[in-house]
């Protein structure tokens, strides 16, 4: 059931970038394995590595960051990837000990904010200008948006379970 709610998830993103139907199946394949292939990658960081070996944990889960939503980009900068190295860290830990296990069965799962990416460093060590956020990237706290089947946008408080069409204020 729950790969059934992640499947259809991804179908609704696909479709709402706009993506030809005919091709939207093929496209869920491509991320299908890719998506196994991290998966497995992540397993084996958090299953071979405890929180005693965090070091090592960490490393692992940096290389799978790298090798399969970096594509091994040579250029990809260590800070980038230590910050998302330290999200999936917080993700684990927020399904794993903190999610209600009813939650975790419904696919209701209230993922913890994006990493902060400012003041970020390159690989020489030299402050990069901060990215443009807009105003429409940031919700209320609690407040989460999904996406219908059809691909429609719609928001979701993850504390009440109250959800509408309209942007929260």
Known sequence: ELFDILWNNARAR?????????????????VQQITFQQCTHLDHAFSNFDTTSFEKRSEEIAAAIWMHILLKDEEAYNDHIRRLTAYVEYQFANIVHHLPEEF????????????????????EGNPMDDATIFEDDWLPENWTRAITEAGETYYWDIKTSQSQWERPA
């Open 104 to 123: 975790f069965r419904e696919g209701r799962i209230g993922w913890g904010n994006i990493p902060d990416f400012s003041n970020m460093i390159d690989n």
């Open 14 to 30: 696909i479709r709402a970038e706009g993506v030809n139907e005919l091709t939207v199946n093929k496209h869920l394949k491509d």
